[in-house]
């Protein structure tokens, strides 16, 4: 580009000079051709030829002179364009490498700029340019350092959102799938939010929509009565900060208008000025289990046969109307009625007319009672009244109605029986102050009742002490009986399911006298836990049965394990654990073939302490089961809490099989849930081939009963006897 500006430049020069020169000589040429002529014509022919030819010379060296003129002009123009073109050309290829470098990103040399000698001293506009041009490069450079100190932090924070959301996916993925999977409903109550409530799972359990129950309160709406005020007070607490978190067991309104059991668990979300900003928990649907609760719960305090209270419920009762009246000394009775004699209507009309018999005393009972009154059923023949009184003679009013009853003849299919009964009451607070001393004199009453058959009714007074001199005396014989090894221990087999043969024992306490008299354990094992001689009797009969189990094993092919029983009395030792374990080691028998029975009311008595003794027993190997479950409490949650192997039902159930379907379904549903908990499941009490058979087909894991063997003393169960056991 360059040579062309300067070829341009010198040819453009070049011409215009000649044209100039041409010009200025031919004009020359011109005049002085006149001026010759003119002189020709003035002067004379001879002088101007001389002239003209003189001055001819002379054009011709002015011409020459123009031509070296022109020449040099052209020379000294042609390097003087070259130079000044040259420096332009050069500035321009310094701003334009300038601006290149910039566009690639290279800030780190500024433009310098090429002047000429002509320029040194002046600032033109090149000059500006290219300090425009450094200075934008500075800038570019300083914003270009910014951005990649930006971008080097925003690449960080883009690391750090991608991670946090790779976590909130995944977070957000668990979620969704505890959400589908698990039978809770999650919930989110959004306070910032006017309360609004996000219920996952918990409008589909209880059948309503997505745009349903949208609110806290709405929410709330829909629990029962109640238990609303008492649900307010749990959630207040908790988001006052007064307790750690929500846990609630209420009724909540399904769509279909019943009411479903519920358990809330929850914890809120606060901000740093401790307001609950969010609430998050889950909602447990427990109706099932809550109904099977009630059902239990029915079961443990409520006759199955008449639908009375049971002694248990009494109990419970007795001790609330105490407490209560312990405030204003007011008075109450109990009145405890006992069928004379019923064992022979049972022998006469049989056990399903004999129940018929006690269902229509217990609603002639009830005829007699007013709401405020307790009504229950106390035992197998005894039913008992809790009545509030204002004196002496109104409670014998009152026992007088009860006695009149028996007066009459009943009507049992078409047949007429005349029945009567010993009525005995005490008073609260002059015949004893607290429950148990109520219940026993009442008991005294009925008694001296019972021994004057010419009596109504006995109220109960100091001078009834004759059943307790007798209680003494039996105490008395109790301790000899200790000592002189009366107590001996009887085997009840185990027999399993799948082959129907014998893998264990259950070891019995029976009292044999030396005149061969066996008294019945109801009327000494009462006693002994009164007095504490269970302790030593629990010793004896736990030290027989280790020996045994080591006897047995040695002649029996497969492993074959002995429970024993163990009162609330024993469990309240210190040292339990320690005589049990003593008792191992002296007698060298494996722990894992030794069993532990206990009964519901010992659980009850002090769950903490029993389940405690339990995990230390289970830590030996040894195996625990609960006896008589049904009669008891039949608490499922004490069931599921229990550290037990084994549930054994009760035999008053297995005696109804087949009469009565309400206990069938009891039956059913005990075996379901134990087996629901991983429990073994015991029938104790089967007599029959037809209880036998129904319970196989529940799966029952084993059996006690007469059908198969009826307790076999010690003396008895020999390794002979226990090969033909075996093989029967």
């Not at 320690?578 to 009850?604: N, R, W």
Request: one cysteine or more; proline letters at 2%; a negative charge.
């Amino acid at each position: 580009m360059k040579k062309k500006i300067i070829i341009y430049a010198l040819v453009f020069l070049i011409l215009s000079n000649l044209i100039f020169t041409t010009t200025f000589l031919g004009t020359v040429y011109y005049r002085a051709t006149v001026l010759i002529n003119e002189a020709q014509i003035t002067t004379g022919m001879t002088d101007v030829v001389m002239s003209a030819d003189y001055l001819k010379d002379g054009v011709v060296k002015l011409i020459f002179i123009g031509i070296l003129i022109m020449l040099a002009s052209i020379v000294i123009i042609y390097f003087a364009v070259f130079k000044l073109v040259g420096v332009f050309i050069d500035r321009i290829h310094v701003i334009r490498e300038g601006v290149e470098r910039i566009a690639s990103g290279n800030y780190s040399k500024k433009i310098k700029s090429k002047k000429s000698f002509l320029f040194k001293k002046q600032e033109d506009e090149f000059d500006y340019i290219i300090n425009g041009i450094n200075h934008m490069q500075l800038e570019v450079a300083k914003r270009e350092m910014k951005l990649t100190d930006k971008q080097e932090a925003l690449t960080g924070l883009l690391k750090i959102l991608s991670q946090k959301d790779e976590e909130l996916k995944l977070s957000y993925e668990m979620y969704r799938i505890i959400s589908e999977e698990t039978n809770d409903g999650i919930f989110k109550i959004d306070f910032e939010d006017g309360d609004r409530v996000s219920l996952m799972r918990t409008r589909e359990i209880l059948g309503y929509g997505d745009e349903e129950i949208t609110t806290f309160e709405e929410w709330m709406s829909h629990i029962h009565p109640e238990d609303i005020e008492n649900g307010r007070r749990i959630f207040d607490d908790h988001l006052f900060g007064r307790t750690p978190m929500v846990e609630y067991e209420y009724r909540f309104r399904a769509k279909d208008g019943e009411y479903k059991w519920l358990y809330t668990r929850a914890k809120a979300i606060f901000n740093e000025k401790e307001k609950p900003l969010q609430l998050i928990g889950s909602n447990t649907y427990i109706h099932p289990r809550k109904i099977a609760e009630e059902n239990m719960a029915h079961l443990a305090y409520y006759d199955q046969l008449t639908g009375l209270p049971n002694r248990y419920r009494l109990k419970e009762c007795m001790g609330q109307r105490i407490d209560e009246y312990k405030k204003d000394y007011s008075m109450f009775a109990s009145i405890l009625i006992n069928i004379n004699n019923f064992k022979k209507v049972n022998d006469i009309l049989g056990h399903e007319l004999g129940d018929n018999l006690l269902s229509q005393v217990a609603d002639k009972l009830r005829t007699l009672t007013d709401p405020e009154d307790f009504l229950g059923r106390f035992g197998g023949d005894e039913f008992i009244i809790m009545v509030d009184i204002k004196d002496h003679e109104d409670l014998e009013h009152k026992m007088k109605c009860v006695a009149d009853l028996f007066e009459y003849y009943w009507q049992v299919e078409g047949r007429s029986f005349h029945i009567t009964a010993s009525i005995g009451a005490a008073i609260y607070p002059q015949d004893g102050q607290t429950r148990s001393e109520i219940l026993k004199n009442t008991d005294v009453a009925l008694h001296h009742s019972k021994a004057n058959q010419n009596l109504e009714f006995a109220i109960f007074d100091s001078m009834m002490n004759h059943e307790m001199i007798e209680r003494h005396e039996m105490e008395n014989d109790l301790r000899s009986a200790i000592q002189n090894n009366e107590i001996y221990v009887y085997y009840q087999p185990k027999i399993r399911n799948s082959d129907k043969r014998v893998y264990g024992f259950e070891a019995l306490a029976r009292w044999v006298k030396p005149d061969g008299h066996v008294v019945r354990p109801d009327m000494f094992i009462p006693i002994a836990e009164e007095t504490g001689l269970i302790v030593e009797m629990g010793r004896l009969i736990l030290e027989k049965t280790c020996k045994k189990i080591v006897e047995l094993n040695r002649a029996s092919s497969e492993p074959l394990t002995i429970a024993v029983n163990l009162s609330a009395v024993q469990f309240r030792e210190d040292d339990i654990l320690q005589t049990v374990q003593d008792t191992i080691e002296k007698s060298g028998v494996d722990p894992t073939l030794l069993g532990i029975e206990i009964t519901e009311s010992i659980a009850m008595e002090d769950f903490q302490m029993v389940n405690t003794v339990l995990r230390e027993f289970k830590n030996l190997g040894m195996h625990i089961a609960l006896d008589d479950f049904g009669t008891g409490y039949s608490s499922l949650n004490y069931l599921k809490k229990l550290d037990i192997d084994t549930m054994k039902i009760d035999k008053s159930f297995i005696w109804d099989i087949g009469k009565e379907k309400e206990d069938e379904v009891i039956i059913d549903s005990l075996i379901r849930i134990a087996h629901g908990l991983n429990l073994e499941v015991v029938a104790e009490g089967v007599e029959t081939e037809e209880q036998l058979n129904y319970l196989d087909n529940l799966n029952c894991n084993g059996y006690q009963g007469y059908y198969f063997s009826k307790p076999i003393p010690e003396f008895e169960l020999t390794t002979k006897a226990l090969i033909d056991l075996m093989h029967r």
